[in-house]
């Protein structure tokens, strides 16, 4: 079955950066559109960033000029680089495979910014 796990989160200081990795398997990686997702407690699922198969990438408005996201076919994994990362980044951030309408979701890393 296809697997989506993500790592890279935990506790980090205002200001401070992380980078988090997502590794597929049992996906034909490079056709996908990834996305990053986070979800703070009380609030809805939000996507972040997204990566196309043809290398086009957007971003949410919240995050645009302080995260990146970036793929590597090859590794069947997408990043997501944060920085100057603020309290208010805290949440569970999931990544998304998504294909002619066929979803994954991983289960997600957490992301702490506190002092």
């Known amino acids: 079955q296809v697997q989506l796990v993500e790592s890279g989160g935990g506790l980090v200081q205002p200001g401070g950066s992380l980078r988090l990795s997502c590794k597929a398997s049992?996906?034909?990686?490079?056709?996908?559109?990834m996305g990053w997702y986070r979800q703070a407690p009380g609030k809805e699922r939000e996507l972040l960033a997204t990566s196309t198969s043809r290398g086009s990438k957007n971003y949410a408005e919240s995050v645009n000029g302080r995260f990146t996201i970036s793929r590597d076919n090859a590794k069947n994994t997408v990043y997501l680089q944060m920085n100057k990362l603020k309290p208010d980044d805290t949440a569970l951030y999931y990544c998304n495979a998504n294909f002619s309408g066929r979803a994954y979701w991983g289960q997600g890393t957490q992301v702490t910014v506190s002092s």
């Open positions: 049992r996906i034909i990686f490079s056709i996908y559109a």
